[in-house]
């Protein structure tokens, strides 16, 4: 059970748009910066978003971050089938004192 | 460019221990804090530990706390991840990650296979 809670799957056709969401805490969320990672099959995580909505150096702009509250959300627009990938949102948490992620979300791209 | 390299990962029996190193080179190893995150087969990211820059503070999962020990030689630009009483709960591909401000992410190596089998 993660502290953070993602849709385990979305799925969306080519060219379209779709939003992951990310529902935490006031001890998480709330009080912290959120970051998505997107990890193709086979590979080593990959950061696409940092402090709730910049882009890491040669990240498309199709990869949009928000954070209103307890709740964060990422959006991809112009969907690829290479964007096929599984997605995680992460942050600290104070009460734990510890980095906390959600348990992640498979985009398909249909 | 940044690059971060794990070893040391591979089969133990439960109870045993192993050290995993992580080298890192491309940026200046002694200013950025460092984290290890593991990733079960077919599961989702956990984070596992975190080492300060200096190495002054550490905080770890508590899944882990009090059997594993994060660790950095700045002078040898790596960073340690030492596993004692090993359960079959972490197996796992371990990465190593640079701190990239704000408690993100933002180099990860390609991680390390850890198999706690007898």
């Known amino acids: 059970q993660s502290v953070l809670t993602q849709p385990p799957s979305v799925s969306a056709a080519p060219g379209q748009k779709v939003t992951i969401s990310c529902s935490g805490s006031?001890?998480?969320?709330?009080?912290?910066?959120v970051s998505w990672y997107q990890q193709l099959p086979g590979t080593a995580p990959k950061l696409l978003i940092y402090e709730n909505n910049k882009r890491p150096s040669g990240i498309p702009d199709r990869f949009s971050g928000s954070k209103s509250g307890t709740s964060a959300t990422l959006g991809i627009t112009g969907l690829q089938t290479g964007d096929e990938a599984d997605y995680y949102c992460g942050t600290w948490d104070n009460s734990l004192s510890a980095v906390v992620f959600g348990g992640g979300t498979k985009l398909t791209v249909l | 460019q940044v690059q971060l390299v794990e070893s040391g990962g591979g089969v133990v029996q439960p109870g045993r221990s192993l050290r995993l190193s992580c080298a890192a080179s491309?940026?200046?190893?002694?200013?950025?804090?460092m984290h290890w995150v593991r990733q079960a087969p077919g599961k989702g990211l956990e984070w596992v530990a975190v080492?300060?820059?200096?190495?002054?503070?550490?905080y770890y999962a508590d899944s882990v706390k009090g059997r594993f020990t994060i660790s950095r030689d700045n002078s040898k630009n790596t960073l340690y991840l030492q596993m004692n009483s090993l359960r079959a709960e972490d197996a796992a591909l371990y990465y190593c990650a640079r701190n990239g401000g704000n408690d993100y992410f933002d180099y990860w190596g390609q991680g390390t296979l850890v198999t706690v089998s007898s």
């Open positions: 491309g940026f200046t190893f002694s200013a950025y804090g």
């Open positions: 080492i300060w820059y200096d190495g002054s503070t550490k």
């Open positions: 006031s001890s998480n969320i709330g009080n912290n910066y």
